[in-house]
Every structure is written in C-alpha cells, then in structure tokens.
C-alpha cells in the first residue's frame, strides 16, 4: 500500500488535480509535477450523472500508475461508486473516495472499498454538513472537502470548507481517530495556507499549479 502518515509540524501534503493537466502530454505532466515534489496524485473521476461533466475512468487510471510511483487518490464523483471499486482497484489506484450524497449505501461500498486493501475515503459537497459522515469516520481513512461544487475545474473557493475542515479536525482529536483531512477546490496561495491552518492535512489545487512557470515554488508555498 502506497500511502502517507499525517504530516507533521503543522505542515500539509500537496496533491495536483490531473483534471487540469494537459492529456495530449500526460506523462509529461505528471514527471514534471513529481519532480516539483507532489506527494500524491488526485483524480477527478465524473461520470456526467453525479457531475455534469465527464472525465476518465480505471483505464486512464491504469496508465498513470504505469508512469508515477505516487500515491493515487481516485476521487468517484459518480452516482453509482460501487459498481466500479473492482475496477479502480485493478488499475493500481491507492484509495477511493466516493460522495456521501452519492446512490450507493455507503456502507457496503466502503466495506468493500477496505476490502481490496485500499484506503476509504468520503467527500461532502459545500453545501453537506459534516454531520452527515459521523457515523462512518471511525472507519476512514480520508474526508475530502470539497470547497467548489464538484465537476468543474478553476471555481470560486468557498470559505465554509474551513469551517468544515475545523470541525472534522477538533473531532478528530476528540475522538481519537486518524484520517486524513483534504481540500479540494480554488486552492492557492491565499485559500491554502488558511486551509492548513484549519488542519487540512491534504492540499488538492489543479489550475493553480499547473499554471504555473515554477511549480516547485508553488508547491512548497503550499506545503508550508
């Protein structure tokens, strides 16, 4: 399993959004953002249900673990995530994170997400209290926040994603547990550190990154 601890010193892991990098150059792309130092990879997956949007499945997937020794984070905004945990699965992803708001139980389809040896992970839209993923966080290993509506990339941040990451983070002290914290959406030199600051463990940005002339410099402003 290729994952990551919690980082340490109040510090946070960055993670690219391959939803704006340049498909016609992937493997490009992705050397250049390891060797910037990205500590994961995020990947965007949309079905145009959920989202109204579309983007890659398990066979895209399977490429980019062809090409990067990055920890990978399949991020299903689909309606339907349990049909596809097999097949994410054989792709070589790392953890799955599905939408609390999505179709299936969530339940059954983090029980077989863990079953496959892969880490479970939730996302809740801006407008999905934290409240709603209580009774499963014993069990995660990842709650992604999402601080845009999911489907699009190069959105408005929305600053309820600190609130939210405050509040999962003072739980999780509380109660003991050990997930990983991440957001995702409008993430920059402005949004990220404050996300940091409210324990965010995971800084997911796309467009920002990838935009930019010196990504090793970018990175490590937001790792902190």
Same mark, same amino acid.
């Given at each position: 399993?290729? @994952? ?8 946070? @892991? ?10 016609? &150059? ?12 990205? &500590? ?5 997956? =949309? ?35 349990? %049909? ?12 799955? #994170? ?29 407008? #999905? ?16 926040? =999402? ?7 190069? %959105? ?40 940091? %600051? ?9 467009? @920002? ?10 990175? &490590?402003?937001?790792?902190?």
């Amino acid at each position: 399993m290729n @994952w990551l601890p919690r980082p340490a010193d109040g510090r946070s @892991w960055v993670a690219p959004s391959l939803l704006a990098a340049d498909f016609a &150059d992937l493997r490009a792309d992705v050397d250049a953002m390891a060797a910037a130092g990205s &500590d994961l990879l995020h990947l965007d997956i =949309m079905d145009g249900h959920f989202v109204p949007n579309l983007t890659f499945g398990p066979f895209i997937c399977q490429a980019i673990r062809r090409i990067s020794t990055l920890p990978l984070d399949a991020h299903l905004m689909i309606s339907h995530p349990a %049909q596809y945990v097999e097949s994410f699965a054989r792709a070589g992803v790392d953890a799955i #994170t599905i939408h609390v708001e999505a179709d299936d139980d969530v339940e059954e389809t983090l029980l077989r997400i863990g079953s496959l040896d892969l880490k479970r992970g939730i996302s809740i839209k801006p407008g #999905t209290p934290v409240d709603d993923i209580l009774p499963w966080l014993d069990r995660l290993d990842l709650v992604l926040v =999402m601080s845009v509506e999911p489907g699009f990339g190069g %959105q408005v941040f929305n600053p309820v994603a600190v609130e939210k990451i405050s509040d999962l983070a003072d739980r999780r002290e509380a109660d003991g547990h050990d997930f990983l914290i991440s957001v995702d959406g409008g993430i920059n030199a402005e949004t990220g550190p404050v996300c940091r %600051q409210a324990g965010a463990d995971i800084l997911v940005s796309g467009s @920002w990154l990838f935009g930019a002339r010196d990504r090793a410099a970018r990175l &490590d402003l937001l790792r902190g």
